[in-house]
C-alpha cells in the first residue's frame, strides 16, 4: 500500500502562525501608509490655508486708509493700534454688492471649542456717513484668517511729529498721526510664523477733502 504525504498538525498551525504575522506586517504597514497619508494631507491643507490667510491679511493691511473721523471738533484718525489688535480703515469695501471704505480690526479670538482653540480673526463692516467711532465692528461676524493661533502681536513704526525720528512701538499713541509701517508677529500653537511687515502705500493727505496739510484737512466722506 502506497503511503499517501501530507501536512502534520505542527506545520500547519507553524505555516497559520507565519501568515498571520506576515498579514499583521502588511495591515501595519498600510496602516502606518494612510497615516502618514492623512497627516501629510492635513499639514499640507494648513500650510495652504495659512499661506492664504497671510497673504489675504498682507493685502488687506497694504490697504489700509487714512480716514479721519466725522467729527468737526478734532482732527484724529480712525486708526486705533494695541498690542494684541488692531483698528483702522481699508479702502477694500465691507461687501461685494457694497461700496466705498470699511471698517476693519484684526485680533486673536477663542472660538469657543477648548481653552487653548484660538484664531486670528478679522471683522469687518460698513461706516455711514457721520461715523465717529469702530462701534460698527462690535455686531459684525469674525472671519478666520489663520486658525491654532497662541498670540500675535502687532507693532507700528512712525513718529509723533515731522521733527522727531521714526521708531517701532508695540501700541500708536499719535491720534493726530499716521504709522508708516506695521508689524504683526504671530506665534501658532506649533511655532512661530515669518513676521509680517507691511508698508502703508498711501499717506495721510489720501484722506483729505481739501488739501494736504493736516490742520487745515477736512475730513473725507465715504
Given at each position: 500500500m502506497k503511503r499517501q504525504h501530507g501536512f502534520t498538525l505542527?506545520?500547519?498551525?507553524?505555516?497559520?502562525?507565519?501568515?498571520?504575522?506576515?498579514?499583521?506586517?502588511l495591515y501595519s504597514g498600510l496602516n502606518f501608509a494612510a497615516r502618514s497619508w492623512d497627516v501629510g494631507d492635513a499639514n499640507g491643507r494648513g500650510m495652504v490655508d495659512r499661506r492664504v490667510g497671510e497673504n489675504f491679511l498682507r493685502?488687506?493691511?497694504s490697504e489700509l486708509f487714512p480716514m479721519r473721523w466725522k467729527d468737526p471738533t478734532t482732527l484724529?484718525?480712525?486708526f486705533e493700534g494695541e498690542?494684541?489688535?488692531m483698528r483702522f480703515v481699508s479702502s477694500r469695501p465691507a461687501g461685494v454688492s457694497q461700496g466705498g471704505l470699511s471698517l476693519v480690526s484684526i485680533e486673536v479670538r477663542d472660538d469657543g471649542a477648548g481653552p487653548k482653540a484660538r484664531n486670528l480673526v478679522m471683522r469687518r463692516a460698513?461706516?455711514?456717513d457721520e461715523q465717529k467711532s469702530f462701534a460698527p465692528l462690535e455686531a459684525a461676524?469674525?472671519?478666520v484668517l489663520i486658525a491654532g493661533v497662541d498670540s500675535a502681536t502687532f507693532e507700528y513704526f512712525g513718529a509723533e511729529n515731522d521733527f522727531?525720528?521714526?521708531?517701532w512701538t508695540d501700541s500708536w499713541k499719535w491720534p493726530n498721526r499716521m504709522p508708516e509701517m506695521v508689524r504683526l508677529r504671530i506665534h501658532r500653537i506649533d511655532g512661530p510664523l515669518p513676521?509680517?511687515?507691511?508698508r502703508l502705500n498711501l499717506g495721510e493727505e489720501a484722506g483729505c477733502l481739501e488739501n494736504a496739510f493736516q490742520r487745515n484737512c477736512r475730513p473725507r466722506r465715504t
Open positions: 505542527i506545520e500547519l498551525v507553524v505555516a497559520m502562525v507565519l501568515l498571520a504575522a506576515v498579514m499583521a506586517l493685502r488687506e493691511l484724529k484718525f480712525a498690542k494684541d489688535h460698513m461706516p455711514d461676524q469674525p472671519t522727531t525720528a521714526p521708531q513676521e509680517l511687515i507691511v
